[in-house]
């Protein structure tokens, strides 16, 4: 009964606020002694007792009340943390202050003209004269307007009280005997917060500190209650909007200028910044969900470490959120703290760009791949391992860490730990492929991928065999990590859900960046790469959007980098493009004759209408890819495949995995429940604004003699070959035809093909993926505009054709075909082989001397920072903080504008 009438007391205190049409005395101290005294006991009872309609109408029609209790409630939160929080009845009033300015901070926000109120100068009143909060009160005639203004000939100012409240909540944050253990030497020596050396109370070793403090289960409550204060402080960015109406990238609207919360959070005027971020760092760094690995603990104990764990990451990538074009670049050839570059603004990117030590690395590193890493753990009990949510959130420190530190990337791409952060992150991308309300973890977990392949140390790590069995529904293979890359890749496009498809180029980007270090891919990753080509080759598809011949180029060039830099080892893929060769010469045959295109899209709409008045579980006819699926045939099959895609959708519609055994323990990827809440995106910049092209030189290992001609030295390759009992006759050939793979019967729902970008009709990017296949004339990006008729639909024309079929790089593979072709089928009919097993050692052990054109230059693309994607990741995050943060809803039903909240 005791607590139902505390509760009730502090009710009618709210009731008694929100109704007075006059305003309160900020003298009248117990009044407002009310709403954090000992009336309620938990964040959820304020947010219970606090509606948003009382809220609102207290803002609207009691400006002045709303005020002075904001005022009030950081008074008292400077005045602890001035005196300390030594007694239980002062921790429980700090507590209480926290959680009514951590319910009523995201109205302010929501309301224009109230955005400024805490940043405005308060005038000290003769009356209530209190320099040292910077909170003092004013009167009614100052209080009678809502947001109070202040008079300019005011002579004496105290700072702003957003400045009073996040210097309060720092000092707070590292109090003795509230947030840390007490240093004191004895009862009667209290420790002075003013003077304390904060660096002393670090909250856990690792970084920067080596002491590891004792556990305290009040204390982490305790920072995790101020923690989401803070949080809610830095949300003020999302309530500003984003002015969509600009294109892409170019940075606009409200969010370009500094978020003065942050701003000064992270600035020298914060005298804990430096041992601020290193405890966030150390206490995200060092926990381990699964401890003692007790099966079940996490049932019977509960872990008040997580909750601060998951507020720390969330205001971590949040204070590391800045501008790119504003900020000093980060340290990238520095050895110590000495060489640093010139400082950013922002305390916390600087801090996070010092740090060079490789223990500090390894702690960072071991961290989140232990973190990254948890939700694949799998045991004989079922449930038994405690499993984190957040690892959308520590994908983007991920990505903070590695744009911020350069050192940092290079010391992962080193470390054989680079692995452990892909396997994860293969995961989460194959599970969330067919979700759409997790579309942004997708484009995170492409965008870490993209950054890690512009680098060659990445690409020479994935030829590590792939040991370790994650349960995914992938088909079972022996190989290596740039076999599940391929293989997980193969599965986004195959299965993966519509909003997916300007992920595509990105996706093939990476494949093409790591293609020149593979030197072995099994038979399964090779035969996914060329059941991409053949569906992305197919004439409907490559006239039905300006852009989508771009992927086609990706592709070859990702073959014609394992051809000229690992013919070794690659016997596997070299067989496949034998046995679908016939795709190639379609390719190239491609035709561009007004009358052909005219036909290839009325023969799709035609089809696109009978699919359409079929029911979605009927069967797709299987792939005519070899005129009766021989190794060798020549006989085309673009018709079949061309009638079985020509439903519309991007990605292919079938795969040919769909009769493969799964992995073991794997469940096939779910779509979103019904009415699962999604927050909205920003745009996604373009291929060209998101990466620059460079030329590394090639490694001399991975080529022999290029001067005069490609030596190709035969080697054995490490990959098994398999072995098949299917035999083959041919009346055109006597050879041996092996087993097609089998085609996806429930594929991808039919959709009508997009274009992959927005703008992907400027000049700039049309074909711009592919400069390097010789440029493009001016007259090219004026056709592709062209081509759009008043409807607004796509009509390709012989001339765009033209444009860019000249332009594929095909030489290569065409050379080989002609040189092994011919060599295959001798040896076919010579030896009576019966097996592929056979064509695969005489591919592993042959050479190619001298037959192949001059290796061409490597080209990576870069990632590179640039404004779109900073708006895009500040989009993504806040929208993860936003859902994430459900107990309390801190900022539910509140009208946010830089995304939208969507059912799926």
Not at 460 to 468: A, D, E, F, I, M
């Amino acid at each position: 009964m005791g607590n139902a009438e505390t509760k009730l007391n502090f009710r009618k205190a709210v009731i008694q606020l929100t109704t007075k049409t006059q305003p309160i005395e900020a003298a009248d101290e117990q009044f407002w002694e009310q709403f954090w005294a000992e009336n309620v006991s938990s964040v959820q009872d304020v947010f219970a007792l606090i509606p948003a309609a009382e809220i609102r109408a207290l803002r609207e029609e009691s400006p002045s009340n709303l005020a002075t209790l904001c005022y009030k409630a950081v008074e008292r939160l400077v005045h602890a943390a001035e005196a300390g929080c030594n007694s239980k009845l002062e921790q429980v009033a700090t507590l209480n202050c926290v959680r009514l300015m951590t319910r009523i901070l995201p109205y302010i926000f929501e309301d224009p003209d109230w955005r400024g109120f805490f940043w405005s100068s308060l005038p000290v009143s003769d009356a209530n004269d209190q320099p040292d909060t910077g909170c003092g009160s004013r009167g009614d005639a100052t209080q009678s307007s809502g947001p109070p203004g202040h008079d300019a000939a005011e002579v004496e100012e105290t700072p702003p009280l957003a400045q009073s409240l996040l210097n309060a909540l720092s000092d707070l944050l590292f109090c003795p005997e509230f947030t840390v253990h007490s240093n004191k030497k004895g009862p009667h020596t209290p420790e002075d917060l003013q003077s304390l050396d904060s660096c002393e109370y670090i909250w856990a070793s690792g970084v920067g500190f080596a002491q590891e403090p004792p556990y305290n289960v009040t204390y982490d409550v305790h920072r995790t209650e101020l923690l989401k204060l803070l949080l809610t402080c830095f949300s003020e960015a999302m309530y500003l909007p984003t002015q969509s109406p600009e294109p892409a990238g170019a940075g606009s609207g409200a969010h370009v200028g500094l978020n003065p919360w942050i701003s000064y959070f992270t600035s020298s005027d914060n005298r804990h910044a430096l041992p601020l971020f290193t405890s966030l760092l150390n206490v995200v760094s060092s926990y381990d969900p699964v401890g003692y690995g007790v099966p079940y603990n996490h049932l019977m104990f509960r872990d008040h470490r997580e909750p601060l764990v998951q507020v720390a990451v969330q205001l971590l990538i949040v204070t590391l959120d800045h501008d790119v074009s504003a900020s000093a670049p980060a340290s990238s050839a520095a050895d110590d703290l000495e060489d640093e570059p010139s400082q950013p603004d922002n305390l916390f990117v600087n801090y996070l760009s010092r740090i060079h030590r490789d223990e500090d690395f390894n702690f960072i590193l071991h961290g989140l791949t232990r973190l990254l890493n948890n939700p694949l753990q799998q045991t004989y009990l079922p449930n038994s391992i405690k499993k984190i949510q957040f690892h959308q959130e520590l994908l983007v420190l991920l990505w903070k860490f590695c744009d911020a530190n350069k050192k940092f990337l290079f010391h992962v791409l080193k470390s054989s730990e680079v692995l452990e952060l892909l396997v994860p992150l293969l995961f989460h991308l194959n599970d969330a492929r067919a979700d759409q309300s997790r579309v942004g973890l997708m484009h995170i977990g492409v965008f870490i991928l993209l950054l890690l392949s512009g680098e060659r140390n990445f690409g020479v790590r994935l030829n590590k065999p792939y040991n370790v069995r994650v349960p995914m529904d992938i088909p079972v293979f022996t190989g290596t990590h740039a076999d599940l890359l391929i293989i997980v890749f193969h599965k986004i496009i195959t299965t993966g859900h519509q909003r997916l498809q300007p992920l595509f180029d990105c996706l093939l980007t990476i494949v093409c960046n790591v293609s020149p270090y593979l030197k072995t891919l099994s038979m399964v990753a090779s035969t996914k790469l060329l059941h991409l080509l053949e569906a992305f080759s197919t004439p409907w598809f490559l006239i039905s959007s300006p852009t989508n011949h771009h992927l086609v180029f990706f592709l070859l060039e990702s073959f014609n980098n394992i051809i000229q830099y690992q013919f070794d080892g690659n016997s596997n893929l070299i067989y496949t493009i034998i046995r679908k060769r016939n795709v190639f010469h379609q390719l190239s045959n491609l035709p561009a004759d007004h009358t052909s295109l005219i036909k290839i899209m009325n023969r799709k709409r035609e089809r696109r209408t009978t699919l359409a008045s079929r029911a979605a579980s009927s069967v797709h006819e299987p792939s005519g890819g070899g005129g009766g699926g021989g190794v060798l045939s020549t006989e085309g099959g673009a018709d079949a495949t061309s009638d079985r895609q020509s439903s519309g959708s991007l990605g292919p519609p079938t795969s040919p995995t769909s009769h493969e055994p799964s992995m073991e323990g794997s469940t096939p990827a779910q779509e979103a429940e019904p009415g699962t809440l999604q927050a909205s995106l920003a745009a996604t910049p373009d291929l060209d604004k998101l990466t620059e092209r460079v030329r590394p030189a090639p490694p001399t290992e991975l080529i022999g003699h290029i001067q005069g001609g490609t030596t190709l030295q035969p080697g054995a390759s490490s990959s098994q070959p398999r072995s098949s009992s299917q035999h083959i006759s041919d009346e055109h050939h006597n050879q041996q035809r092996h087993p097609r793979p089998h085609r996806h019967s429930n594929g991808s729902p039919s959709q009508p093909p997009n274009t992959l970008h927005d703008d992907s009709l400027d000049d700039d990017s049309v074909f711009s993926a592919h400069k390097d296949y010789g440029g493009q004339p001016a007259s090219a990006a004026a056709s592709v505009r062209n081509n759009i008729s008043v409807t607004g639909e796509w009509t390709p024309t012989p001339e765009w054709v033209m444009s860019w079929k000249t332009k594929l790089p095909l030489q290569t593979i065409m050379r080989l075909l002609q040189v092994l072709v011919p060599q295959v089928e001798k040896i076919c009919i010579d030896k009576g082989l019966t097996d592929e097993s056979e064509i695969l050692k005489f591919l592993q052990h042959g050479t190619l001397v001298g037959l192949l054109p001059v290796p061409h230059p490597i080209l990576i693309r870069k990632y590179q920072s640039n404004s779109g994607t900073a708006m895009w990741f500040r989009t993504y995050m806040w929208g993860i903080i936003y859902l994430r943060n459900i107990d309390p809803p801190i900022w539910y039903d509140t009208d946010v504008k830089l995304f939208e909240i969507q059912r799926v």
